[in-house]
Each structure stands twice: as structure tokens, then as C-alpha cells.
């Protein structure tokens, strides 16, 4: 019966296959390459992140100087209530989808998990990774903690968060291609290309949008999976994917972008593509929630006053990171809490049982 139940299992449930694997496939070659040269490319990795951050810092720094403070002072006392309130509800949407992130994943892994759990790991993952950094790491501990004994094996947990983080770039990418040729004149406003390179570089990252949708058809269609018994969705959960990850990142960049000073210019979905190039140089940066990195991009970016513009870029900050962060230990505190006292009274109860 066990055998059968092992033969039986599909191919791209991420479990143990004992048939013979086919060749090594050009995923398989490029992730051997790259265990036999990762000491390089790990230095290589850290002197990027340093240079990125580095540049960042002058500009930021450079920035900051020539702030007036008065000016300064006025933005934070000019921002609305309602705008505040606009970007609270923003960023709500946002890590609501982000749930989604997980929610996808996880149907993808064939694992039942409630979604009040679903949504807990998830919200509780990000808000704190967001902010403290090293996403794989922190996020994949707070998974790991929730998950955990939901039955989740750590292996699980690996192939949710590389699902998720997928699913997250694949919505920064297609709004960059979008933004990149519906609107590459406001796009060369800010990074002083031709307006015929950005809609190359627009249409790029489109085509390799539809061939990563190619590829993973291609895949789920021989049954092969990409690394070991690891397999991405196929293209419908794909297409899923992306409209989740536009979703969330069009949420958080709504919530900076009713902060801004009114004036400031910016068609919503160029300030959308400026908003996801910063988040991925923030990433790449390995700053704590890319910070310096995401603020010097952005000022660089929007333009006009400074200060204002640093004043907004500091109250979002507070409403998407700093906030989420608070509820999040909070959530998390009060979840080992009520996990503990479970655990206690189950104690008792079998205890008093055997007491009598």
C-alpha cells in the first residue's frame, strides 16, 4: 500500500521520486556552476551590495545637506489626515495581497494550511523582514516558527518562500515593462535614456516575462522539475502570480505616492516604476529594508523640494514599516501566548486524567 501511495504521487508535489531522473537539465548545470564558484560570487554579491550602498549614501547624504529645515518642517505639518489615512489603507491592501503570496504558494506545495495561519505567517514574515532585512533569512525563520507546528517541514518552508519571492519580482517586473513602453517619456524624465532605449528595455523585460511563461509550461508539461524535486507553478498559477504582485507592489507605491507633495509632477505608473527599480536596488543592497538605498533613489527620482519629498519618504516609512512591524510582534507575541496556554492546559487535562 505504501508503495503504491509513492508511486502514485505526482510528479510535481516536491516529493521523492525513486524513478531515474533524466539528464541534468540546463538548471541543474547552472546551479552545479554555481556551489563550484560561490565563494567568488559571494564576494562578488558583497561588493556590489557595498557599492550600491555606498553610492547611495553620497547621494542621499549630498541630498540631505542642502535640505532647508524650515521646509523641511512644513511638509510633515502640511500632510493631511486623509492622506495619511489613504496611505494606511494602501498599505493594508498591500500585505493583504502579499497573503495571497503565500496563499498561492502553498497551493502550489499541495499543503493545507488555514488561511487565518496563512495569513498570520505571511503578514508577520514580511512586516518584520521589511524592516530588519535579509528576507530569506528573517522571513523564512518567522515562516518556519508559525508553520512549524502546522506540520511544515523546513524543506516546505524553503519552497514557500522561493514561490513567494518569485511571485513577488514577477509583479515589479511587469510593471517596469509596462511603465518602461507605455509611458517611457515620463520614464526618461527620470533616467535621461532615449525615449526609443527605454521602450527597449521596456519590451526586454516583457519578452522575458512571456518566455519565463513559456518556460515553466514547458517544464510542467515533461514533468520535470526545475532543481531536484523543486517545481515552479505552471502558467496559469504563473499568470495568478503576477496579477498578486502587481497588486501589492501598485499598494505600496499608492501609499508613498499620496504622501508626495502636491506638484511633484509624476503620472502614477512611472512613479510606480520608479518605486519598484528602488525597492529592487534596496534588495540588492541588503540594507535593513533597504534603507538610505530606497530614499536616495527615490529623491533622485521624483524631484522638486527635497524636503518635502524626504518628509513624505520618512512618514511612509513609518506607515509601512515601522507600523506593520509593531502589529507584527505584537501578533506574534500574542500567537506563542495562546499557543503555550494550549499547550498547558492539554498538559493538565492528560495529567488529571491519569490522576484519576
Not at 287 to 298: K, Q, S
Amino acid at each position: 500500500m505504501a508503495r503504491w501511495i509513492k508511486e502514485s504521487a505526482p510528479r510535481d508535489a516536491n516529493v521523492d521520486d525513486p524513478r531515474p531522473r533524466e539528464a541534468a537539465g540546463p538548471v541543474d548545470r547552472v546551479a552545479v556552476a554555481i556551489r563550484a564558484r560561490r565563494r567568488l560570487l559571494r564576494r562578488l554579491g558583497m561588493a556590489v551590495s557595498l557599492l550600491i550602498i555606498s553610492v547611495s549614501a553620497v547621494i542621499f547624504v549630498r541630498t540631505v545637506i542642502r535640505i532647508d529645515p524650515a521646509q523641511f518642517k512644513a511638509a510633515f505639518t502640511a500632510t493631511g489626515g486623509d492622506q495619511i489615512a489613504s496611505a494606511f489603507g494602501l498599505s493594508a491592501l498591500s500585505y493583504f495581497a502579499l497573503t495571497g503570496y503565500d496563499a498561492v504558494a502553498l497551493k502550489h506545495l499541495r499543503l493545507r494550511v488555514p488561511y487565518r495561519l496563512t495569513a498570520l505567517a505571511s503578514f508577520a514574515s514580511y512586516a518584520i523582514s521589511f524592516t530588519l532585512g535579509f528576507p530569506l533569512v528573517t522571513a523564512g525563520a518567522v515562516r518556519f516558527w508559525i508553520y512549524g507546528p502546522a506540520g511544515l517541514s523546513a524543506g516546505n518552508v524553503a519552497s514557500l518562500t522561493v514561490v513567494a519571492g518569485v511571485t513577488f519580482w514577477l509583479g515589479m517586473g511587469l510593471i517596469l515593462g509596462v511603465a518602461f513602453v507605455a509611458d517611457a517619456e515620463a520614464i526618461s524624465a527620470i533616467n535621461r535614456l532615449a525615449v526609443v532605449v527605454n521602450q527597449v528595455i521596456g519590451l526586454t523585460v516583457i519578452v522575458c516575462l512571456v518566455a519565463y511563461l513559456a518556460w515553466v509550461q514547458r517544464m510542467r508539461r515533461r514533468g520535470a522539475p526545475v532543481f531536484l524535486n523543486f517545481s515552479l507553478p505552471g502558467p496559469a498559477v504563473t499568470l495568478g502570480q503576477m496579477a498578486l504582485g502587481v497588486v501589492d507592489v501598485c499598494a505600496a507605491a499608492g501609499a508613498l505616492y499620496v504622501l508626495l507633495p502636491k506638484g511633484h509632477g509624476l503620472g502614477f505608473l512611472s512613479f510606480a516604476a520608479l518605486y519598484s527599480f528602488a525597492s529592487m536596488l534596496g534588495i540588492a543592497s541588503h540594507a535593513p529594508g533597504g534603507l538610505g538605498v530606497f530614499e536616495a533613489t527615490m529623491l533622485n527620482g521624483v524631484g522638486g523640494s527635497s524636503g518635502e519629498t524626504l518628509a513624505s519618504l520618512l512618514l511612509f516609512r513609518g506607515v509601512y514599516y515601522v507600523a506593520p512591524f509593531i502589529l507584527a510582534m505584537a501578533l506574534l507575541g500574542a500567537y506563542e501566548a495562546v499557543r503555550r496556554w494550549r499547550s498547558l492546559r492539554e498538559a493538565m487535562a492528560a495529567s488529571s486524567l491519569d490522576g484519576k
